[in-house]
């Protein structure tokens, strides 16, 4: 196995499965590799410690002084370009042989308090990584209550969806909602909080920070984007943090496992080669790492090899992104 260097613990931003990500990319060195989500930095440092040359992405210009550290230290091996993973063999600036994702928030975005990502800090209801286009405030204040409701059951999967924008609608109806901890405790009074049980408001917050960022849209759009970018014996590896996103890349990597069970009495279909192989089973963290990084508890890395099969059209058919529906 890959061993990271000792700037795993280093940085504001834990990075997780670290070793299991260098060794889904190796070989690393000589490599050039595309890491689209370089947050503070940890997996590009490490891809250029094995040797690699990084050209990283992040749609968020507060990491622009990391991403500026790490160009003094390897100017020769590095860029930084600011922009979104959805765009990445764009913005790759050539061919690449392998592509990195750790699809998210950083421990930055979500420790600072302004940024309106956790529901334990105060803050304003925003959730833009980018700091531009519709906040989250603007969402909870203006979407028709049934619309609001599809929102959290979808990307939230809350299944007390209904009351829980029943309360908003009823609460914004006085003064709009503003805060983090103002909507969080509306939340609460709405469902309730059971003793030992996650916060009641953790599903509605990741529901609006996946609708504020397009999440699911931007990480269809960047699998794609890898197909296309990678020559046949690329790799990508991607690490998430959810079912929903998980499930999409499940999908993507092996589609014939969400196709229905062919019957061995009926003349068999033909199947569409597949765009990658070595597609492996998800990979998780271990226990040493889940001590050390709580956060890397639900993890899930899976990764694939490209083929020489052409790439497909981008579709988000059969992956299993959940759909928004709008107000009744
Ligand atoms: C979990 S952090 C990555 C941490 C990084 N691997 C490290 O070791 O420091 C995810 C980062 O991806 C960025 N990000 C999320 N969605 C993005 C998108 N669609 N395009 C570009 N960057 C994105 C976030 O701004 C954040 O900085």
């Known amino acids: 196995m890959v061993k990271p260097e000792a700037s795993e613990q280093q940085g504001p931003h834990v990075p997780v499965l670290l070793a299991e990500v260098l060794e889904a990319l190796a070989p690393l060195d000589g490599a050039r590799i595309l890491d689209g989500t370089f947050g503070a930095g940890g997996y590009s440092r490490a891809l250029l410690e094995a040797g690699a040359s990084v050209v990283a992405l992040d749609r968020d210009p507060n990491v622009i002084p990391f991403a500026e550290k790490l160009r003094a230290e390897f100017p020769d091996r590095f860029t930084f370009v600011a922009g979104t993973f959805s765009r990445l063999d764009e913005l790759a600036g050539g061919p690449v042989d392998g592509v990195v994702l750790d699809i998210g928030v950083s421990s930055m975005q979500l420790d600072e308090a302004e940024r309106g990502f956790s529901f334990m800090r105060e803050g304003p209801l925003d959730m833009r990584m980018s700091s531009e286009g519709v906040s989250a405030a603007d969402l909870v204040n203006t979407l028709e209550e049934a619309e609001l409701a599809n929102l959290l059951f979808a990307f939230g999967e809350e299944r007390k969806s209904r009351r829980i924008a029943h309360g908003l609608v009823m609460a914004r109806g006085t003064r709009p909602i503003t805060t983090t901890t103002e909507l969080a405790r509306l939340i609460e009074r709405s469902i309730g909080r059971k003793p030992g049980e996650a916060h009641p408001a953790t599903r509605s917050f990741q529901a609006l920070r996946i609708a504020v960022n397009g999440e699911l849209d931007e990480l269809v759009e960047a699998l794609f984007a890898s197909e296309r970018l990678l020559a046949p014996g690329g790799r990508l590896a991607v690490v998430t943090f959810h079912s929903l ?5 499940k999908r993507f990597f092996a589609p014939e496992k969400s196709e229905p069970t062919q019957s061995r009495h009926l003349p068999q279909i033909a199947r569409a080669p597949l765009g990658w192989e070595q597609v492996g089973k998800a990979v998780k963290a271990s226990a040493a790492e889940t001590d050390r990084n709580p956060r890397s508890r639900s993890a899930t890395l899976r ?15 059969g992956l299993g992104v959940p759909e928004v529906r709008g107000a009744a």
């Open 303 to 317: 990764s694939g090899l490209r083929t020489a099969v052409p790439v497909r059209p981008v579709s988000a058919a």
């Open 245 to 249: 996103e998980d499930r999409i890349v």
